[in-house]
Each structure stands twice: as structure tokens, then as C-alpha cells.
């Protein structure tokens, strides 16, 4: 039997938001100190606004992407005071969650 690995206390960052709304999205991310993240567009769901579809043909800006970051918990706080702030005026969700990573490295480069 194999030895577990150890896992890092790491902060995750789930937004959906308009395909339009990406770009300003991920800048927060990046700014805040997020090392990578992962972009999943097309996403469909229904919520406060009702329905919204999947991919639509030939217009990802108004589209729902999924975007996903892990960072170290000090680095979440200032990603998350952004997109609150973004959120203010336009449409999106935001969830926060602890979570935990092997090859911590990897969501730790220098700021």
C-alpha cells in the first residue's frame, strides 16, 4: 500500500459570467496572483435570469463561460474583492471554496 501524498490548503475561485466579461475576469485573476486558470465555454444553466444556453454559433461574447483558478488563501482575498466589484454592474456568479492541490508549486510562482 502507498504512502498518501501530502496535499496543500489552497483557495478556489468558480465564476460564470458572459463570454464578454472573460477577459476583465481573468485580468483580476492574473493580477491577483493566480498562476493559471482553466476556461470552459458554453456553459448552459438556469438561474436568476432564467435559462441560458450552451454554445451559441458564431457568438462566444454572449455565451456563459465557466473560469476556474486555485491560488494560495492570501491571494484569493484580492481576486475576490475584483470580481465582487466587477459583478456590481453586470451579470455573474461567483463561488469560493477551500480545496487542496498536490504540487503546490504550481499555484505558488512568486506575485
Known sequence: MSTPTALTPMTKVEVVLRGADVPSAVELL?????????????????????????RLLFNDTDALSLLI????????????????????????VLFVSPTAVCRSEHFTAPA
Open 69 to 92: 483558478a486555485v491560488m494560495p488563501d492570501d491571494r484569493a482575498h484580492a481576486a475576490i474583492a475584483g470580481l465582487r466589484e466587477l459583478f456590481e454592474d453586470r451579470p455573474g
Open 30 to 54: 492574473r493580477a491577483a496572483g493566480a498562476t493559471g486558470y482553466t476556461s470552459i465555454n458554453g456553459v448552459s444553466g438556469f438561474g436568476h435570469d432564467g435559462y441560458h444556453g450552451g
